[in-house]
């Protein structure tokens, strides 16, 4: 390439003192200005901010810049902040390069000698790169005006409802045979104590007739493919052997079924038919069954539901089916399931009957119930006189994994045994909590409320329950009085923390999103981006991203929908330029790219007896450059050539410095 | 040996490690300034070449940062690098250089300590390896 040699602005960020109190950033932009082809090196408070950015314009005009460098923050963070800069000023947005000398210098280093000296190898690095930039142009694809959200709990149902009110197309994907999620099965909200299915049904009925919504139950995502505003995904939606459409949820079926199982809907503590609703006012409002508890299937040996239906909507022979969905944008409203108590044997669950989780209580307290809201033992079915609730189990617990606070359960549990309070007015009821957590609108005024209502809160970590002359003793370290006590009791309520729903590390690897360590779905930004993910037109919506409540998770829905919707309406997106490019020249059409490429993106031409690139396919790994043999592959933006520079950059020091280091580079010395 | 400062140099993929190095930074984790990291979009792209350039041109070690297996942002460039580095390190052995100059790891863009652990780690055991002595010129590979 024939071309005058590039004219680079280098700019050094203060960042205020992110960044200078630990490198000294006159130091280094002095040292830029000294390297090959830099025309001008600066350092300024805040690059990004508006002056910062009208510095570089500036420059571009006046001096003629033909690259960028700026040494500040992560790419992750202000590189499309530059590149805008950039190419305000009339330059093409790729010739900036971006230097990160805070995440991955300033941040992580003490010594301000040996950071400066780093963060001069990091520009030194950044300035050969930018050399060696070349311009692209970006291309735009469009967008499919369609989302899928995945998960119907109240998450997705608000997302949901949100893009078919914009006027898009939504596929609403949810696992079991109902929409509702977690929500259905509350009995009241805190702290305002509305009554959870109140309140949520109108939801599910209003999504499930919206015009622009379908629903996909019992279905789960197999597969994605495709980018931003064009994936597609595969939905595996298994057999409901009921004709949604025609059933009338009359129950004739459920009637002379003769098995008997756990209602997981009920958590067990009631039992249903093989052929069941999950709960009465499931949506869609139909029957479904489960093949492997039916005594019906193979060889026909029951079949009375078949008898028994007029409507004739029973069909054993239906298949499980898997369909393609093309959606310009996917919404993860996957949610979280109840930390699991037999981890922790030393609380008794699964052993005394009397100790149960929260949501079983939650149970307990339904009107919809197993015991139809009328609190009792499940041993005996005697009212309990005393009643413990437990904090924090399953939560900012290291020892089982969970070191997080899940939110919810303080408040969960002073709703709880609000509930408790006003259905057995003469109970004792004791709380042990580690701390009270009430930080929500209107959150501290209950607790209050509650306190005052007669409950006790004892500050204390409970190590043991076990069964003593037929009462269960908690036996609790008391924090404040500096002594362990022993709590006989009718009855414990484990408050059980919130942990990422089953599936969802599948999932994460199907559709390539980052887990935090929390196990929960990662976002973009922890403060500014909290619905967007990793990938591009992926949203996260509720408990998927994070324990929260309703409100926060309704907020987050509607932050997720209206992402989605922007995305939507805009028609086009961007889409990389950095992809793969061969130099048919040189190709020897040995194939070994193909075989490699995860896109199959690399085509062999029959024509020209080389290997092509489809570029729309292509989405920029660089694994195909990095194996050819003929060196015909170039990643743009990520040359070998642009590596390599990198390289000698950063290593250069180490030839100058010392004797004792010049002296272990001898092949240095043999070339010259 | 105690007074070597070795030179390390670093690939990481854009999706995990150099995430994962960016939360360190972000959590103000600690770790040797020795390292110094090139970005590049999937631990697909790094080319063993590269990795033979930086230890002919004085790198004393070499990280490289990719997504857990499964968890690749293109499929499986992960276990391409993996594969490629495995290889590279019985060529290591050929020439005169320590494989163990030559560190895989998996970090995820949640694993900020983990990143900063394995940086920390790996430069002290480059230290105690001391300088990589070149005996013979590297220019013939």
Redesign the interface.
Known sequence: MAKSAPKIGVYICHCGVNIAQTVDVKAVAEYAATLPNVAVARDYMYMCSDPGQDLIKKDIKELGLTRVVVAAC????HEPTFRGAVFGAGLNPYLYEMC?I????S?????KA??T??AK??VR?AVARASLLEPLEDRYADVTKAVMVVGAGIAGIQAALDVAEAGHKVYLVEKEASIGGHMAQLDKTFPTLDCSACILTPKMVDVSRHPNVELLTLSTVKQVSGFVGSFTVTVHQKARYVDASQCTACGDCAKVCPQRLPDEFNLGLSTRTAIYQPFPQAVPAAFCRNAEQCLGSLPLACGKCLAACEKKCIDFDQKDIERDYEVGAIVIATGMDVFDALTLPEFGYGKYPDVLTSLEFERLCSAGGPTGGHIVRISDGEEPKDVVFIHCVGSRDKAVGNEYCSRVCCMFIIKQAHLLKDKLPSANVTSYYMDIRAYGKGFEEFYDRVREEGVRFKRGKPSEIFRRKGKLVVRVDDTLLGKVIEHETDMVVLGVGLVPSEGYREL??TL?L????DRFF?EAHPKLRPVDT??DGVYLAGCAQGPKDIPDTVAQAKGAASSAIALLNKGKVKVDP?VADIDENVCSSCHICEA?C??QALIYDEHKHTMTVNQILC?????C???CPSEAIT?KH?T?AQ??A???A??AR??TETS??SD?????K??A | MADFNP?I?GFAC???C??G??L???S????P?NL???????S???????IL??F????DGIFIGGCHP????????NY?AEK?IDLLKGLLAGLGIEPERLELHWV????GQIF?DAVTAFTERIRAFG?????E???AY
């Open positions: 992560s790419p992750r963070m990160n805070r995440e991955q210098c941040w992580v280093h003490v010594d040996e950071a000296e780093k190898d990091l690095s994460a690897q390539k980052s887990l935090s360590s990662l990793n990938i950095i490699l995860p896109y989405k920029g790994c660089g694994v450059p990095s194996a990643l990520f070998s590596i390599d990198q390289l000698e950063l290593l180490d030839m004792e280091v272990r580079v001898p092949s240095q043999v070339e | 030179t140099i854009n999706w995990c150099y995430a190095a960016d360190a930074g972000t103000r984790m600690k770790y300034p110094r990291l090139i970005r590049v979009m999937c697909g792209r790094i080319d063993p070449q590269f350039k930086a002919k041109e004085g790198a499964g968890d690749c942002h293109y499929v499986s460039g391409k490629r995820s863009a949640s694993e900063a300088p990589l002595a070149l005996t010129p590297a220019g």
